[in-house]
């Protein structure tokens, strides 16, 4: 099956816009609960009511299987979606491969990444609340360019703590968000208690993810009309993301094809969910025959190298502890450039799906990212974001494999997004000075040494 | 006709991409011929051979109507087009006009913009002839980029010189040229005896456009396997760019809707061009009633202040002699954002359909223009590139019209590009420091002064 006939781009029309979001909650039984980090007691509703709106608390807790998707969100979701699936002629001709290759490309849209997928309904369901302003933190800037948009349309402000060393490196991403009109601080700030007091110790902090989530927690903990939003990990964020892969799965359909492998990067879990899900979906539910595989940073060995146990989700112990593959929240990731892939934990969703053995994991090398990064630019035309290109790495290895099999497999992976404002990483690469990071296991061990007990 | 039901992007497949590109020349008659830069006789085949390939010298002077477009560059259009057509809901709702705004959005490539439908044919038609490498001048850096892009596909190496202001001010467009295999050269450099000589008058000279036109042609008329390319002006780069308008046209058809105005930026001419003549085509030849308007930077306005007269493309007299809207090409043009819009003449072909009052044309200032940008990206939710923000602008302005008159016109205009890369422009614009910049008459008149005598 050649499968020649496959256009380069598959379309779906605006009609044919998924209506509900998928729920694996209802396909993943025996998740362990969310522990309140005080109580170390199961979290209930009522305990997320000051950063959260009662209609995403109801979806982080839900175990109905289709959850309908908003007219109003869907309305907004036509500006930029369904978005395409693409067949990569040009990369197999490159690879000389009988594999098929297809990615769902997610960066057509202003936030460049498949981040505006949630922070619109997020926007959307936190303004319904009459909540005036959503406070975030951001580390490589595509989470808080998402959310700057999408507080945007529905005239609400929006307050981005973005990591110091991120804002100095990527003045581009702080510019970006303060033209969608957000309030953009470097962190450490003087907005918070918690910003204030790192400063007067150490004027010259330059920040960390852990401390901008802080910081934005506290914002929208001390602020009546005002909320907290998170671009990744949690069961909502991956619940809105689903819309990537029921959109994939109806333009596979389009074309008869259906992957017999499909990979995504994974941080937090939030692309990887969206794309993965409906499939694992088949799997569970249908016995469909199908490879599934998070691509993650061997300098952040989230599933390969982590634990499976409750931890925090941030430094300060102001989130609620998951059940999760975990590195530790001390653990702290060498400066890789895929920012985004560069947290200690991992969905909750996804780790089970994980540890019950329905996915795969692969660590892969940063040169050997951006290797394959380059190959798929100057083949497909597309500059990939090095988050994203993780996925390419491996789509590209299962690629060469075939053509030693002689197999035609049919491998979907998910582009999440556009690496225009990565091009430092890429200029590296190119003059030979980016260097491989790996954590040798003494320091894994450190990081481990930080989990509770419960 | 509200047509209220038209989505918000109208696609078309893969099949119904345009065969053959619109050339205007057959439909305007009595266009003055290049003139030799040396005899001042009319330009011969024979006189571009040292820097062009026959078939595009060909396609320059060729008076057929519709050009073929090869199969192969077809192939290669198709991982990018056909691009879809956009229905500005979110635009129209915040002006509250009864106007229908459609915008043609060529950013969804990864030169960001339009160059990339000359750059395939140009790169296709040089590996033909058997040239192993293309030399090209940047200054913006989009057609640089696209041109990189399209000698990659072909194998082919390409060399750009970088007006040297601009390598320092983008230093991402300079990276993402080398991450796509060119390679770039600020200008003035040392890679040429004009380069050379510059830099031992004045080693700091920062450069021009001109100055690294003439970089080009000089390293392509020296160099036996190696041509130059143009990303604009010339008759052939306007003749692949109606590909834009050719698609613009069927995708409107679908909806039944024919455009009352159709709007876009003029700097060489190549996106006016590209979407203005398939409709010019209809106006010539069927007697269709539409309002066509090129629009310029009140910093550089060559059709709305130029004089129609025989002009240098350059300032070192390399290049035809082209009867033209022009400034004189030693009209210096202020630093404005639109860099891509500083040109102090015009395509021919732009110019005598000027010039015979087939279309209209619009001079606006930048900070009207960073308005209207913010605005669009606001509501629509792409980032515009300054240049594209022009048409923006005129379109925003006509649709503010139909409000007051009622009227609901049927505007479609050109979102050549996206502005990623262009943020430090939106910073200064946020920031209030933008200006406006106009010439005083006296100035321009020193322009004129530079216009030959032929």
Known sequence: MSKKNVPYRVYLSEKELPESWYNIRADLPGLSPYLNPKTKEPVVPDDMKAIFPMALIEQEMSDERFIEIPEQVRELYRSFRPSPLCRAYNL??????????????????????????????QAYYNYKAGIKRLATETGAGQWGTALSVATQLFGMECTVYMVKVSAMQKPYRKLIMETYGANVYASPSNQTQTGRSVLEKDPENMGSLGLAISEAV??????EDTNYALGSVLNHVLLHQTIIGLEAKKQMEKIDEYPDMVIACCGGGSN?????????????????????LAVEPAACPTLTKGKFAFDYGDVAHLTPIIKMYTLGHNFMPPGIHAGGLRYHGDSAL?????????IGARAVHQTDVFKAAVQFA????????????HAIKVAIDEALKCKETGESKSILFCLSGHGNFDLTAYEEYL???????????????????????V
């Open 272 to 292: 990887f969910g969206g794309i993965a899900f409906p499939f694992l979906h088949d799997k569970i539910r249908l016995g469909k025959n199908i490879e599934i």
């Open 218 to 223: 506290e914002d929208a903990a001390t602020h």
């Open 431 to 453: 003059s030979g000075k980016l260097t491989d990071v790996e954590y040798p296991d003494e320091m894994l061990e450190k990081g481990y040494e930080s989990l509770p007990t």
């Open 350 to 358: 996804v780790s089970k799906a994980y540890h019950d053995g329905l």
């Open 92 to 121: 197999e001709k490159l690879l000389d491969t009988p594999a098929r290759i297809y990615y769902k490309y997610e960066g057509n849209n202003p936030s460049g990444s498949h981040k505006l997928n949630t922070a619109i309904p």
């Open 378 to 389: 100057r083949s497909e035309l597309i500059l990939p974001a090095p988050e994203s290109a």
